[in-house]
């Protein structure tokens, strides 16, 4: 199947000197001060009912067609991701996210103050019919009513958040994205490679470049150690202030009251995993045990037991994940095959471009956009599949209007890990004992990785923050420790961290996204049982697609609960958790009798 290999970014925006850009820019700039100018001295929505519809249904189209500032917005961040090491691309998008904060803070005013309003209009703007479409929106709003500040404070916030957040970030992602190092590839040959691939081929069957390849990552993370932990120590005492300020009690609570989950919903989650850490120890001691090892090194905890396939080509993986997804339903790959025609998916590494993989949702009326790093590993395939996932949860989510497209962090991972998995099963289909060993294998140290590894990290970010509110300030040694005490109780004795160095926590972006990993294990969870229940009845996809196209219209309890799926017990994380033990015993028994242990 013929595609495009990267983003048309060019049906955007010819370059960052359009001048269709500039008059994008100037044409959102205008419908934020049209609004900030009709409502901003204009108090009647606060207390009129029909006041308040016709000012909701104003903010919903704005957001339908301007949030990130419209295709400007989208455009830029794209550029960005593809030349994190140009320094001219930097300072446009660096300039551009001034402009939009200083926007956004003219509308600022709205939901400030609407989030204020008493307890009574509260009550009877929800109870109104005439505004049933803006209940949710509005009950988020006046939940988090007691930690929204005053509108100068509010605005403040909002312009520091750059210098005092996203710049560090940004840096530590940059200088990593542009390190390149020298490893042994799988042919003997010494050759250089971007950060990207040599993270990749740490899971090299081949031992040396295997070796090497960890050697170069090390030596990139200590470069930067010092840096990264300056960096870590600052957005923490930035998150810290913030929180204060807001009046969270929890250093984890202001991610799940955005999530709009309770705090059950998370607690009962992160207990029913880390109560079964010994199931992640299990699956590293079979896996050493397959590969004849007392111990496997901290960097090798992903690589296979066996090649299922050597190498899984651009062209090849696309055409298996289209299949898969046109067996579950044919307008998930016809979605698929109409980004790929159109340029929206990126798929190469290269020097500069952001690592790892992600999907950018853009605005209801704009373009969804995915960015790879695909190096031809079965994994690479499964990224796919993953991301394509979100892609197709915010397709659906279209429906929704302005307000509520999109997903909450608690949603976001579920169509990402059900279509992965998918794939996977796919590829079992047809396999021999040994092979559907090294898949199950396969499965299964994704499953760990997606769902102890996230909670086990989850765990970690708590116990960085709260460390940081006693002493003040973490050292590179500190944040080591903290790493290396959470990883090896999720890992197990059969992981050497001895002989390797703790300073793999430089480069894990999820830390800087303050907990949000939670999600990808109750993603995974929640996936599993849609998973269960489509494999009883193949109808169930529509129920599935149903809970796509709900987007962030009602909390995600709420939203599972009509499709028959109780997030709000524990049990229901025990379940889940279970189920991967169940995997694991298969594994056991097709590796005794294969004679592997």
Known sequence: MKHKSNWDVQALYKDIHDPQLEIDQKKYEDVINKFSKKWETDHSYLNDEKKLKEALEEYNDLLENYIYGGNPGVYMFLQSSLHEDDDEIRAVYGKYVNFLQVNSNKILFFTNRLSKISKKDQKKYLDSKNLSQYHTFLRRLFDKSKHILTEPEEKILNLISKPAYSNWIEMTSSLLSKSTGEIIDENGKKVTKTFTEIINLMDSLNEETRFSASKAFNKVNDKYLEIAAFELNSIFETKKVEDELRKYKRVDEASIVSDDVSLEFVDNLVKSVTEGFEISQRFYKLKSQILKKDKLKYSERNISIGESQDSYPENESVGLVTKVLGDLDPEF????????????????????????????PSFKKGP??????????????????????HAIHYKFAKKQSGLYYGASLATAEVASTFMEDFVLQELVKEADDEQKLNIIMMKLNDEVSTIFRQIACYNFEKDLHNDFAKKGFLSKEDIGLLFKKNMEAYLGSSIDFESENN????????????????????????????????????????????????????????????IGIHTNSIDFWKKGVAEISSHLSEAEFLAKKLGKI
């Not at 972006?509 to 049982?529: D, E, N, P, Q, T």
């Open 333 to 360: 790959s016809s979605f698929f095959t109409e980004m790929l025609e159109e340029g929206k998916v990126d798929f190469a590494p290269a020097i500069g471009k952001s690592g790892g993989a992600f999907c950018m």
């Open 368 to 389: 969804i956009y995915v960015l790879l790093n695909h190096t031809n590993k079965l994994r690479d395939v499964l990224v796919i599949a993953h991301e394509m996932g």
């Open 503 to 562: 300073n793999w926590w430089v480069y894990w972006s999820h830390i800087r996204r303050f907990f949000y990993v939670y999600s990808y294990a109750s993603g995974l969870l929640i996936s599993k049982a849609l998973q269960h229940e489509y494999k009883q009845d193949k109808k169930f996809i529509e129920k599935v697609k149903s809970f796509f196209s709900a987007g962030e219209s009602d909390s995600p309890d709420n939203i599972f609960k009509s």
